[in-house]
């Protein structure tokens, strides 16, 4: 059986738990959040990552495993606690990965709005010319077999970007399925990024509306499974109040 692997996630269902756990660094994006909105950040991020769960058990052929209780030589899909998988993720990847497979990749899929003007460039660039080399390997659009070497590769897609440019060609396949969905919302500490005033606020706040429209856009071809998730975090959008 594919396992899938929820690199981290937070008790947000625990105000106390979910203080103590917070980086220290994040803290004051988090305070801006809650200064912004009525819904505060942990309620906000626990809807999300319900949504993501809701998704993960759907994925047929797969069980949501932490990392001790996954066997050597699974194939494990990693993933962050607000991402998608399709439901046939596991069968195409057990398919492609065959015996003696270490990785199966395939092309990433995102659902975010560009964080300034040079990711928006750089998923134009992506768009037209293919992902730079380094980013072959994105949040949750690769599986890997368990292991101790490969625990760094799948906590860390950039390291997994490392390992496949290392191997040689033709030894990876690369699917041309959509098999997954980054969810890059506007409480992902990407977007709500590491600035908190003045021009963090604005910048939040300005996106508002533009994550809005982003979950109520048609998705790309291929994403037709990840529709009735993008249909919640618009409902969850619209409960998304600023404070008076």
Not at 208 to 224: E, N, Q, S
Request: net charge positive; hydrophobic share 45%.
């Amino acid at each position: 059986m594919v396992r899938i692997w929820v690199r981290q996630t937070l008790d947000y269902d625990d105000a106390h738990a979910f203080d103590a756990q917070l980086l220290p660094e994040f803290r004051a994006q988090v305070e801006l959040w809650d200064a912004l909105f009525e819904m505060p950040f942990r309620v906000f991020r626990s809807r999300v990552r319900a949504i993501a769960r809701a998704n993960l058990e759907r994925v047929e052929g797969a069980e949501v495993s932490d990392w001790d209780d996954i066997p050597e030589g699974a194939l494990v899909l990693p993933c962050d606690d607000d991402d998608w998988f399709a439901p046939h993720a596991a069968a195409a990847v057990e398919r492609a990965a065959g015996a003696g497979v270490a990785g199966v990749r395939w092309q990433a899929s995102f659902l975010e709005i560009p964080m300034d003007w040079r990711h928006e460039l750089g998923v134009w660039r992506a768009r037209v010319l293919g992902p730079r080399p380094k980013f072959v390997c994105a949040t949750n659009n690769y599986a890997l077999r368990k292991s101790d070497d490969s625990r760094e590769e799948l906590r860390s897609h950039m390291r997994a970007g490392r390992w496949v440019r290392a191997q040689p060609p033709g030894t990876i396949p690369v699917l041309a399925e959509r098999l997954s969905l980054m969810n890059r919302t506007l409480a992902s500490q990407t977007s709500l990024g590491w600035n908190t005033a003045p021009r963090g606020r604005r910048n939040t706040m300005r996106k508002l509306p533009r994550y809005r429209r982003l979950y109520r856009r048609p998705l790309a071809a291929g994403l037709a499974w990840a529709q009735p998730y993008a249909d919640q975090m618009e409902a969850l959008m619209g409960e998304l109040e600023p404070r008076r």
